[in-house]
């Protein structure tokens, strides 16, 4: 009983700081700010609305917005996704990890998981898969407005590196072995239906190329929930003088790649079926009623804004103080009434 008892208390302690961490005041110390952008476009007045049209060949769309208060420390952009259910069971085991692992011969006999994205024009394909053939591809840049006499707006670097997780990036995810070029190790594969490049030209930094690619490995890491974020860029903090981002005016630039359409085999999935269709269009989320977001946040010494998570111990932390309660109120009762019984007899 005494176990049970501190149990208890522990959950309530969890339950209270992350009470404090949903409903905390700006000027506390778990102070963060978060911005997000939808640039889906699928309103008439979105900026990104033309993007939508299958006769744009390409396409870049610009969406200005203010930044109230500066963002001090370290700043993470993420890009968020609506109503992708990346949760299906054959969604999420349509990938080989032997061949994400480097292994030479699973790199040219890829898992029969990976139908219908095994094979393409009779050689294997690599990274192989519905997960990798459904990577996110918009390429999003941020830009200061410095002030208002002088337009020229100024870049903000954004690190294409160190957004994956340590075990993913070294354990998990490895390159073909051997001394040659990484397009020599890939020249018997074929980039998936839907990529526009192949894996070994995702980018030039030959550290983060390949199978341990960082926007490749978050990807990879499905989302639990259809309504998700992943980590995209990260901006560093240069200077303890100046905020990363200071309040002002920016704007966001989103450029759109082709690719082939994946999105009925993403409809196919939940019939438990899979088709593929060869008609090509933008990164689709409207015709599934999906949503696009940059997210821009920073941290605290608690870690990010995750309101599920605050939500879901309150939840279960309330659950199990009333079931505390009722067991107690039972134990007592019925303990008494053995008791008594023990006596009379």
Same mark, same amino acid.
């Given at each position: 009983?005494?176990?049970?008892?501190?149990?208890?208390?522990?959950?309530?302690?969890?339950?209270?700081?992350?009470?404090?961490?949903?409903?905390?005041?700006?000027?506390?110390?778990? %102070?963060?700010?978060?911005?997000?952008?939808?640039?889906?476009?699928?309103?008439?007045?979105?900026?990104?609305?033309?993007? #939508?049209?299958?006769?744009?060949?390409?396409?870049?769309?610009?969406?200005?917005?203010?930044?109230?208060?500066?963002?001090?420390?370290?700043?993470?952009?993420?890009?968020?996704?609506?109503?992708?259910?990346?949760?299906?069971?054959?969604?999420?085991?349509?990938?080989? &990890? *032997?061949?994400?692992?480097?292994?030479? *011969?699973?790199?040219?006999?890829? *898992?029969?998981?990976?139908?219908?994205?095994?094979?393409?024009? &009779?050689?294997?394909?690599?990274?192989?898969? !519905?997960?990798?053939?459904?990577?996110? %591809?918009?390429?999003?840049?941020?830009?200061?407005? !410095?002030?208002?006499?002088?337009?020229?707006?100024?870049?903000?670097?954004?690190?294409?590196?160190?957004?994956?997780?340590?075990? &993913?990036?070294?354990? =998990?995810?490895?390159?073909?072995?051997?001394?040659?070029?990484?397009?020599?190790?890939?020249?018997?594969?074929? =980039?998936?239906?839907?990529?526009?490049?192949? @894996?070994?030209?995702?980018?030039?930094?030959?550290? %983060?190329?390949?199978?341990?690619?960082?926007?490749?490995?978050?990807?990879?890491?499905?989302?639990?929930?259809?309504?998700?974020?992943?980590?995209?860029?990260?901006?560093?903090?240069?200077?303890?003088?100046?905020?990363?981002?200071? !309040?002002?005016?920016?704007?966001?630039?989103?450029?759109?790649?082709?690719?082939?359409?994946?999105?009925?085999?993403?409809?196919?999935?939940?019939?438990? *079926?899979?088709?593929?269709?060869?008609?090509?269009?933008?990164?689709?989320?409207?015709?599934?009623?999906?949503?696009?977001?940059?997210?821009?946040?920073?941290?605290?010494?608690?870690?990010?804004?995750?309101?599920? #998570?605050?939500?879901?111990?309150?939840?279960?932390?309330?659950?199990?103080?009333?079931?505390? @309660?009722? #067991?107690?109120?039972?134990?007592? =009762?019925?303990?008494?009434?053995?008791?008594?019984?023990?006596?009379?007899?």
């Amino acid at each position: 009983m005494h176990i049970a008892l501190l149990d208890l208390l522990f959950l309530l302690i969890v339950d209270y700081v992350s009470f404090r961490f949903l409903f905390a005041p700006r000027n506390c110390l778990l %102070n963060f700010f978060l911005l997000q952008i939808d640039y889906t476009g699928t309103e008439p007045s979105s900026p990104c609305n033309k993007c #939508l049209s299958p006769n744009v060949t390409s396409c870049v769309c610009t969406i200005n917005f203010t930044l109230e208060q500066s963002f001090e420390g370290n700043v993470f952009m993420y890009y968020g996704l609506s109503n992708f259910y990346q949760n299906h069971r054959r969604y999420v085991k349509s990938r080989d &990890d *032997s061949q994400l692992n480097g292994d030479p *011969s699973a790199l040219l006999n890829p *898992s029969k998981e990976c139908e219908p994205y095994r094979r393409n024009e &009779d050689k294997p394909i690599a990274p192989c898969g !519905a997960i990798a053939n459904s990577m996110f %591809n918009d390429t999003l840049e941020l830009f200061l407005v !410095a002030n208002e006499s002088d337009p020229t707006p100024v870049q903000i670097p954004l690190k294409r590196k160190g957004i994956a997780w340590w075990t &993913d990036k070294n354990v =998990k995810f490895r390159n073909p072995p051997g001394k040659e070029s990484l397009e020599e190790k890939f020249k018997d594969t074929i =980039k998936p239906v839907n990529w526009h490049k192949p @894996v070994f030209m995702l980018d030039p930094d030959e550290d %983060n190329n390949g199978f341990i690619n960082e926007d490749f490995i978050v990807w990879m890491r499905t989302a639990a929930l259809p309504t998700f974020r992943k980590l995209y860029r990260l901006i560093e903090r240069r200077n303890d003088l100046h905020p990363t981002l200071p !309040a002002g005016q920016y704007y966001l630039n989103i450029t759109y790649s082709i690719l082939f359409l994946w999105l009925c085999a993403h409809i196919e999935f939940k019939r438990l *079926s899979l088709s593929y269709v060869s008609y090509v269009t933008y990164y689709p989320v409207h015709s599934f009623d999906g949503r696009k977001r940059m997210i821009l946040s920073t941290i605290s010494w608690m870690g990010g804004k995750n309101p599920f #998570l605050g939500i879901a111990y309150i939840t279960i932390g309330s659950i199990s103080f009333l079931l505390g @309660v009722v #067991l107690l109120v039972i134990n007592h =009762k019925y303990r008494n009434s053995s008791n008594t019984a023990d006596i009379t007899i």
